[in-house]
């Protein structure tokens, strides 16, 4: 508050120029309406006045010089001033969006004054309806919820509220709070009776996870290798990782959207899923399959009969090596080269006292 001191005829007068706001601070819902007032006076006649917020001063003209809401094309049809008294102003915004929060002031000029106090004005906070949900019961092929349509405003009086399960309006329910069953598929949402475009999200049950796996070239023993689980679900869902032909009720493989193997093992190949869950259901992705290839391991070799080889008997020398992909076999005998194959087996059908000798293989 400005004061101001003159004199009438040798008596000291004292008046003031002030704006007084009505409210410090207003809460509310996207799509409504609010009334932000003051009342303001001086002992000068005022000349010009209007409400402006000094948030949007980047879009002024002039930015040292507040502009007029009523002539900003962002409230273009959503701002009327009302004076219904003296001295007494009200902005009202209709259709309100979450970029109206701002604070708003009130400005007036007279002959030989402004009045654009550096005071606060009215804060205007603007929210989004939001469902909150509450899982009660589940079952088999539904969930039994607790629905809440809620914002972080908290207005006074009773409000009355409309819920939509699909598209369409559900009948008989006007409260903030909506219980019911919920398939798989449903989508769900609120909002403000009078103001149903503008909804709150919907909510809704997992949609089918998919899966994927990185890198998704071939997959070599000792690589890092990521599965990821991703399903469209509002409240977000929530992972689990499992392997296939694994007990369920034991500890899960992760508990993330992501199931990572740092240093991968040949014992790590199978097929994986994972299961994504809300407030609202749970669904069970497709099998991933992961094959880990590597490198042959160290061969084995076996000799049938294993007993005392008489010449003209048939003997088999076996070799074998674990390989993913499987290995191809070469036989030698000293130095010199026998056969190769992917069956690893090296054949004598009458053998002889000329096929003594030392024999060995590789496997690749």
């Not at 010009?48 to 094309?73: A, I, V």
């Not at 102003?89 to 106090?117: C, K, M, N, P, V």
């Not at 606060?120 to 629905?147: F, K, M, N, W, Y």
């Amino acid at each position: 508050m400005i004061q101001t001191l003159f004199y009438v005829s040798g008596v000291e007068y004292q008046t003031c120029n002030r704006v007084i706001y009505t409210d410090r601070s207003i809460c509310a819902f996207k799509g409504s309406s609010v009334d932000i007032s003051c009342t303001y006076s001086s002992y000068q006649t005022i000349r010009s006045k209007f409400w402006f917020s000094p948030e949007r001063s980047h879009q002024w003209q002039s930015p040292s010089q507040p502009e007029d809401l009523s002539e900003d094309s962002q409230f273009a049809g959503r701002v009327q001033v009302l004076e219904s008294e003296r001295g007494r102003s009200t902005l009202r915004i209709t259709d309100l969006t979450e970029s109206d929060s701002a604070q708003y002031h009130f400005r007036f000029t007279t002959g030989s004054f402004e009045w654009r106090s550096s005071l606060p004005g009215t804060t205007l906070t603007v929210t989004a309806l939001q469902v909150q949900v509450t899982r009660i019961t589940v079952h088999q092929s539904d969930t039994e919820a607790e629905l809440k349509c809620h914002s972080s405003c908290s207005p006074a009086g009773r409000l009355s509220y409309v819920w939509f399960k699909n598209g369409q309006k559900v009948t008989g329910v006007e409260t903030s709070s909506f219980k019911g069953r919920v398939y798989p598929g449903d989508i769900i949402s609120c909002a403000l009776k009078g103001h149903e475009n503008y909804g709150s999200p919907p909510v809704y049950a997992p949609k089918l996870p998919s899966v994927s796996v990185s890198p998704s070239a071939e997959i070599v023993e000792g690589s890092s290798v990521t599965l990821t689980c991703s399903s469209d679900a509002n409240p977000a869902a929530k992972y689990t990782w499992y392997m296939k032909n694994g007990d369920p009720d034991l500890q899960p493989l992760s508990k993330e959207p992501q199931l990572v193997f740092s240093f991968i093992q040949s014992s790590d190949s199978g097929e994986y899923y994972c299961t994504a869950e809300n407030e609202l259901g749970r669904r069970t992705s497709d099998y991933i399959s992961i094959d880990v290839t590597y490198a042959p391991k160290l061969p084995s070799l076996s000799v049938s009969p294993s007993a005392e080889i008489v010449e003209g008997s048939s003997v088999t020398l076996t070799c074998s090596s674990d390989a993913n992909p499987a290995a191809n076999y070469t036989w030698y005998k000293e130095k010199q080269t026998l056969i190769q194959g992917r069956e690893g087996f090296y054949h004598f059908s009458s053998i002889s006292s000329e096929d003594r000798g030392n024999y060995y293989c590789k496997s690749e």
